[in-house]
């Protein structure tokens, strides 16, 4: 039998799910790949190369459209770890997260690593060409 989650951690995880249904309202509303709708990447701006959020609010705009293929190639990480972000947001709410059970220490340096490594591969040039095409 499922724990019933805090009310502190429903609420959390209720805030969250508001401010992404807001944010998935806005870019479905205003096509962020239209030029100045949205700011432009601070790191993309300084270095030349694409953050690993790069491309989040166009991809986000093209799931919502059912554009999957489109959405991949503006920030395949994004498409890939959303389903894993809803089932976690739902483990939450149902009271199934396991109360009390942190992540292991190391959660943090996978992230990182992940984040890093995203971030050189999106960027090497033969896959920077596909994702720019795309």
Do not use: K, Q, Y
């Not at 951690?9 to 508001?18: I, P």
């Not at 089932?87 to 992940?114: D, E, H, I, Q, Y």
């Amino acid at each position: 039998m499922a724990d019933r989650p805090s009310p502190r951690g429903l609420r959390e995880a209720w805030a969250g799910a508001a401010l992404l249904g807001a944010v998935v309202a806005l870019v479905t509303a205003v096509d962020p790949g239209r030029p100045g709708r949205f700011p432009s990447c601070p790191f993309r701006a300084a270095t030349g190369w694409s953050c690993p959020g790069c491309g989040s609010l166009r991809a986000l705009h093209d799931l919502t459209a059912g554009h999957i293929g489109a959405a991949l190639g503006h920030n395949a990480a994004l498409v890939v770890v959303l389903p894993f972000a809803v089932f976690a947001w739902l483990l939450v709410v149902s009271g199934r997260a396991g109360r009390g059970r942190a992540a292991p220490a190391w959660t943090g340096a996978v992230v990182l690593a992940a984040l890093l490594l995203w971030t050189v591969v999106r960027n090497l040039p033969p896959l920077r060409d596909v994702l720019s095409a795309a």
